[in-house]
């Protein structure tokens, strides 16, 4: 289980799949932890005030306990049952930078939301961290630390021990605390430090005659911590990318598990000590086997420092495309949430070591069908010249992934600014042609050469025209739809060069300032070329007068076509907040306009073909322009977003959503007491006719809770029994005169044939007629006849029934 933004997510170890999608937090959430006194349950909180208790194999959420301060931290320890601790902020304000540890108790109260207002404060002056507080052996001391200090609180005696570290050493060394564990059966307590030592305090107890061992293995800070469930072993993670298991608290009985990809971030061991698990700044968590094995990893959209390539959509696979792992494509699936494969570009070992000057893959492109892939890498030293590379991968069929052509060192005498393939009507029958830009004032042509030696045909890419415009700095490029023109931006001024001769056709230079994005328009719109200026300004050239069809101050700073549509799509950053404007360039009305997408600034951005077209496209106007493609943004926090066409309701799922009769009922005496009913309720509905009975037994407390409540935590069934079979009898509104006193009994006789229409009363004087329950059709009114014979029946006395 781990935390995804405002989600939890429940993952399989064994096969890697996404099991549940745990939805019903507002904000943030900071953290998850099994339940101590059940393991089938999940706690989760958040920063929107809530922990969350759930059924995480049923994906059910049973009940929120509303705490009503940003919670950091949270912790639920066995020995304290009906409490727990969490971190917040002094005075609910983080911007003062201090957090205390306070108990909070969670009532055992009926309901789905219960207030958890009563809490005690534990320590004051804490790190909002959850990895810089533990809970000692069986609860009985908290340690906590922060800055150069290591706190002790110890629950029986309530008192504070702090333990304080110098921040000189005559070695050099950095003291400051970084994480903390205790040990599950010793009174000993890890901690982690800034220059990579872990220290094993004991005897804490006594302020004075307390001691500690130092283990030395990291080069740089301990980045986590987490004893075995045993206690036998340690185990430590860092920017090493490195796990290190520690035997007996011993310098000399240490294991590795070397090249685990990227830093170490977090360290959590399974309640039985058969697995444990990593997480990674790349977005990555690592299932490992205790033997230190590993056994399957769970691989999300990773985070790099920059995404220097932009956003690229694979023609082949429709998955998105960007930097991955240092030197690194990644192949994203966006369907299934699910990383496809890692494309090796650099192929060259990274150094993690901080400020040092590494290659770097900078710009990657896609022609039309998918069957080539263009990268450039680069490498800058100050103060002196820049190294370059520019690669053509080929897509290989039978090994399914791309294979290297053609490298060509230094493209460019300076940095490579733009990239971009040519694209055709007839991909097949065209030559594959490349084009590069750089600030060497020049933008260069590439072209595939095809040869035939020996029956078998390979090609390679050479250059083919060097063109310039007054020495300025080419910064764009982009093709038109058909191919036939190539738009190249220098500087401030748009050049429209023949694609066949490489003649120029013509320039724009209104309104000045510094071309930051270059796109033409498609389909009915494909006389258009716009440009976004540095000084804010959209500009809409129509190619067939050479003159400024319009212009408009937006602030772009992403403009991104749609290869399915004339559509265009372009966020602006006015203000504090991104805004979306999707238009057409032949119209000046725009079709959508979303204001505050999101409060951070939004560099990059693609479009990419659905897979199946939803039906709420058509009755919801203000989605037309997502009715072929799906946008994707990306912020500067690499927090990557889409506009769902979906209603609230259908995004709902099981776990955040009592279940209807429908969904949960298999065929049972229930469902055909329960089910039957609702489905004929709606079935006359639809025929027009209504229903004579307008509260059905499900809106009963007894039936909600039968139905809804996870099968493990039911109360007794001699509990629900009585409420549930009073639940369906039929209430009176009032008796008639001639009717006697008592209730209605109903015989069935098992000999005898008869249907639900017989057997059912539906229509008794003196009762209102709202309040009949019919399970079938409605029965035909009874003649005054049969009503005399029936009351005659209810005066019989059929006691003797109970003797046999």
């Not at 911007?95 to 108790?105: D, E, N, P």
């Not at 004075?208 to 469930?229: P, Q």
């Not at 602030?555 to 749609?562: E, G, S």
């Not at 229903?691 to 039911?714: G, N």
Request: a negative charge; proline letters at 4%; one cysteine or more.
């Amino acid at each position: 289980m781990c935390a995804s933004g405002d989600y939890v997510k429940v993952y399989s170890t064994a096969t890697e799949e996404c099991l549940h999608v745990l939805q019903g937090h507002s904000n943030l959430v900071t953290g998850v932890q099994l339940n101590p006194q059940n393991h089938l349950q999940l706690y989760s909180w958040s920063l929107d005030g809530t922990i969350k208790l759930w059924d995480f194999l049923d994906g059910i959420l049973i009940k929120t306990f509303v705490v009503g301060h940003k919670l950091f931290a949270f912790y639920a320890v066995a020995s304290f049952e009906g409490s727990a601790f969490v971190i917040i902020a002094k005075d609910n304000d983080e911007r003062l930078g201090s957090f205390q540890l306070v108990s909070v108790k969670l009532p055992k109260a009926p309901g789905q939301e219960i207030n958890a207002n009563e809490w005690e404060v534990i320590l004051e002056g804490v790190s909002q961290s959850p990895k810089c507080t533990a809970f000692g052996r069986e609860g009985e001391y908290v340690a906590s630390v922060w800055g150069l200090h290591l706190f002790v609180y110890f629950f029986k005696r309530k008192r504070i021990h702090s333990f304080p570290l110098s921040a000189k050493c005559s070695k050099g060394a950095n003291n400051f605390f970084t994480c903390v564990a205790c040990h599950p059966k010793e009174d000993c307590i890890a901690s982690g430090h800034k220059d990579g030592k872990i220290r094993l305090w004991r005897n804490f107890h006594h302020k004075r005659e307390y001691t500690f061992s130092t283990l030395h293995w990291h080069h740089d800070e301990v980045m986590d911590l987490a004893f075995s469930v045993e206690g036998t072993s340690l185990l430590s993670g860092g920017v090493e990318s490195v796990l290190v298991q520690w035997r007996d608290g011993s310098d000399s009985k240490k294991e590795f598990l070397p090249r685990l990809g990227s830093t170490i971030q977090n360290i959590s061991v399974s309640p039985d000590g058969t697995v444990l698990c990593t997480s990674h700044s790349d977005n990555k968590i690592t299932i490992i086997h205790s033997s230190l094995r590993v056994s399957a990893v769970i691989q999300g959209l990773i985070k790099g420092s920059d995404v220097k390539t932009g956003l690229m959509v694979d023609p082949r696979t429709n998955a998105l495309v960007l930097n991955g792992k240092p030197g690194h494509l990644q192949f994203y699936s966006l369907q299934n949430d699910k990383q496809l494969y890692n494309l090796d570009i650099v192929q060259q070992e990274y150094i993690h070591q901080h400020g040092l000057n590494q290659v770097e893959l900078v710009k990657a492109a896609f022609d039309s069908s998918g069957s080539w892939l263009a990268t450039v890498e680069q490498r800058e030293e100050k103060g002196g010249e820049p190294e370059a590379q520019m690669k053509l991968w080929a897509y290989d069929e039978q090994k399914q992934s791309f294979a290297l052509n053609t490298q060509i060192n230094m493209p460019h005498e300076d940095r490579v600014t733009a990239l971009c393939f040519r694209g055709m009507e007839e991909p097949d029958s065209a030559t594959p042609t490349v084009v590069t830009a750089g600030k060497d004032g020049r933008f260069k042509v590439w072209m595939l050469l095809t040869e035939t030696d020996g029956g078998s045909r390979s090609g390679n890419w050479t250059c083919d025209f060097v063109g310039s415009y007054h020495n300025y700095q080419a910064t764009n490029c982009c093709f038109s739809e058909d191919g036939s023109l190539l738009a190249v931006s220098f500087e401030g001024i748009v050049t429209v060069w023949d694609s066949e001769t490489w003649d120029l056709k013509s320039t724009f230079c209104h309104p000045p300032g510094t071309i930051r994005n270059l796109c033409f328009g498609r389909l009915s719109c494909s006389k258009y070329l716009l440009g976004t200026t540095s000084n804010g300004f959209l500009c809409c050239w129509n190619l067939l007068s050479c003159t400024l069809e319009w212009s408009a101050q937006l602030n772009v700073q992403v403009l991104q076509p749609d290869c399915l549509s004339e559509n265009i799509a372009a966020i602006s950053g006015i203000s504090e907040y991104s805004d979306l404007f999707v238009f057409k360039p032949s119209e000046p009305r725009p079709l959508c306009i979303r204001k505050q997408v999101c409060r951070e600034k939004v560099p990059w951005s693609c479009l990419c073909c659905r897979e199946a077209l939803p039906s709420v496209l058509h009755s919801r106007k203000k989605y037309q322009w997502l009715s072929l493609s799906q946008f994707y943004f990306l912020t500067e926090t690499h927090e990557l977003m889409t506009f769902s066409t979906k209603t609230p309701e259908e995004r709902l799922t099981p776990s955040s959503r009592q279940l209807t009769a429908e969904e949960s009922l298999p065929v049972t005496p229930f469902y055909l007491l329960l089910g039957k009913h609702q489905q004929q309720t709606k079935e006359a509905a639809e025929g027009g006719r209504v229903p004579v009975l307008k509260t059905l037994a499900q809106d009963s407390p007894a039936v909600k809770e039968l139905l809804h409540t996870p099968a493990h935590i039911l109360p007794s069934a001699s509990f629900l029994c009585p409420i549930f079979i009073n639940s369906l009898l039929t209430p009176k509104a009032h008796s008639s005169a001639d009717e006697l006193p008592g209730e209605v009994e109903m015989e069935s006789d098992s000999g005898e044939n008869e249907s639900e229409e017989e057997g059912a009363v539906s229509d008794i004087p003196g009762q209102a007629p709202g309040a009949v329950e019919s399970l079938g059709d409605v029965a035909p009114k009874l003649t005054k006849a049969q009503e005399k014979e029936l009351r005659k029946l209810r005066k019989l006395d059929y006691s003797w029934v109970s003797a046999l």
